[in-house]
């Protein structure tokens, strides 16, 4: 059976929104343009959707790889269209890792386990929008 996620959206003021989910944790919402700076804009939200999940997926993986992740950090970058809606064009992903000793094979093989299996946002992402990624490994 397919599984339903609920979430709420409620006007705070001005362009400020708050989100909820299903057990209550929130969110704030703002416009960029037209805001007071309560919170991120539903964009960068989509930006660090897509970053938070294939990160979880990445450090999941690295750890049942065994292999010494002290830190993870993931910038996301995207270019959006200049006609409207504006939608995102490209996303470069940039990925952190720092440790001693961990393998870049094991780095690259959980962020393509991460693009083509795991990550739901990438996938929904993926036939409208060019991602990318590099890494780089930090020894601590």
Known sequence: MAEEVNV??????????VGADQAGRTVDLDSP?????AGPSPM???LMSLAGCSGMDVV???????????ALEV????????TYPKPYTTIRL??????TGIDPAACQRAIELS????????????PTVDISYTFTIIEA
């Open 8 to 17: 709420t959206l409620r006007l705070a003021e001005g362009m400020h929104f």
């Open 60 to 70: 999941s993986i690295m750890r049942k790889k065994r292999q010494p992740l002290q």
């Open 94 to 99: 940039e990925y952190r890792f720092t440790g």
């Open 33 to 37: 343009a037209q805001g007071a700076g």
């Open 44 to 46: 960068a939200l989509v």
């Open 115 to 126: 693009r083509d299996s795991y990550c739901p946002v990438w996938a929904m992402l993926r």
């Open 75 to 82: 910038l996301a970058h995207g270019t959006r269209s200049d």
